[in-house]
């Protein structure tokens, strides 16, 4: 069983859907904040903030399938991030970890923040307040060129399972745990998820690579299955695994502005994140535009995915449909602020939760 601080403990909760594995603090009767992982991560991630949030909440952070110790079980692309939503409803809604079917506060980071705008979508009235950290563009990632989520192509090539990196994909099936390479989940870990030099203490850097590592690899997983494409970069996406849910061809979440409830939304990310950003360094159209994927067709074709700026669209809709959000910028940050500044983020979401 991995080391997690001493008031965060570990269960598992089996529901009509699998078996999930959840990190939980704090008392069983104050407000529940429910924590939702990203990508090639875990709920333990969450675990040194969850220690300092349980003062006041009930937190909980569940392993989405096929992450951490929960269930293995296959993703289907074409529900997008369904799955992952649907799982969380029961999990809340058919245990004893939510008293009553209250609504509960949801915190949702990168991949996570995808997962909790489609819960939002889909049980609105479930929802006290959401939490976007770093969150996924609402039309997912790759192959998009506007703010409104257009497809570059068609075929929505460059998005999907395609697009992961061989190598990471390679290394993390062989557990590896090394920093001998680039694409090494440790050196993912401290060069792209933090705004380098992003330095960990030595124990909690080598939980978090173990968590990345039990990540399941496949088709039907990470980064899930590819077809070829004509058009450039000459991927597009399949029907199985994460990155698939995650590609616009199957993950449109722009429905959050229209939502009949409004809670309050908090977004908060880094200056400096390199995943989630208007020039991502995981973006095909970015990397084609400084050279790094030969062949690309231009900015009139293929521009870099304007990310964060389709996520301020959505939320400007939710706004002046009625909703309330409030942007948060760290400077010198990365994709992971309850990592890197845990101090100035634990403090900024218990300010938005009390208020």
């Not at 360094?281 to 700026?309: E, H, I, R, S």
Request: hydrophobic share 40%; aromatic share 8%.
């Amino acid at each position: 069983m991995p080391r997690t601080p001493i008031a965060v403990h570990h269960v598992d909760v089996a529901t009509s859907r699998l078996r999930t594995h959840v990190l939980t603090a704090g008392s069983g009767d104050a407000p529940v904040l429910v924590l939702v992982h990203g990508n090639v991560s875990s709920g333990r991630f969450f675990a040194p903030s969850m220690a300092v949030l349980a003062e006041r909440y009930r937190c909980l952070a569940p392993d989405l399938r096929g992450f951490g110790l929960s269930a293995l079980a296959g993703v289907d692309a074409r529900r997008g991030v369904r799955d992952f939503a649907d799982d969380l409803h029961a999990l809340l809604t058919e245990s004893a970890l939510v008293p009553g079917g209250q609504p509960v506060h949801l915190l949702g980071w990168s991949l996570g923040g995808g997962v909790v705008l489609q819960y939002a979508i889909d049980h609105p009235d479930a929802v006290a307040s959401i939490v976007l950290e770093s969150p996924m563009s609402p039309y997912g990632f790759g192959g998009t060129r506007d703010l409104a989520g257009a497809p570059c192509w068609p075929d929505f090539a460059g998005s999907g399972g395609g697009t992961a990196s061989p190598e990471m994909v390679r290394r993390i099936a062989e557990g590896d745990r090394g920093t001998g390479d680039p694409a090494s989940p440790r050196n993912v870990l401290t060069t792209l998820y933090g705004k380098p030099p992003f330095q960990l203490p030595a124990g909690i850097e080598d939980e978090l690579v173990d968590a990345m590592l039990q990540m399941a690899i496949g088709d039907d997983n990470y980064p899930g299955d590819a077809m070829p494409s004509r058009n450039w970069p000459g991927t597009a996406p399949g029907e199985r695994g994460v990155n698939n849910a995650i590609s616009p061809r199957y993950c449109d979440l722009s429905g959050f502005a229209a939502i009949t409830a409004r809670p309050g939304v908090l977004w908060i990310r880094g200056d400096s994140d390199q995943i989630v950003s208007d020039a991502s360094a995981v973006d095909l159209g970015f990397l084609g535009q400084v050279g790094a994927v030969p062949g690309w067709p231009g900015a009139d074709t293929y521009p870099p995915q304007p990310m964060v700026g389709q996520m301020r669209a959505v939320l400007d809709r939710y706004r002046a449909a009625g909703g309330h959000y409030e942007e948060r910028v760290l400077a010198e940050c990365g994709h992971s602020p309850h990592l890197e500044y845990p101090d100035a983020f634990n403090a900024m979401v218990r300010e938005f939760l009390g208020s």
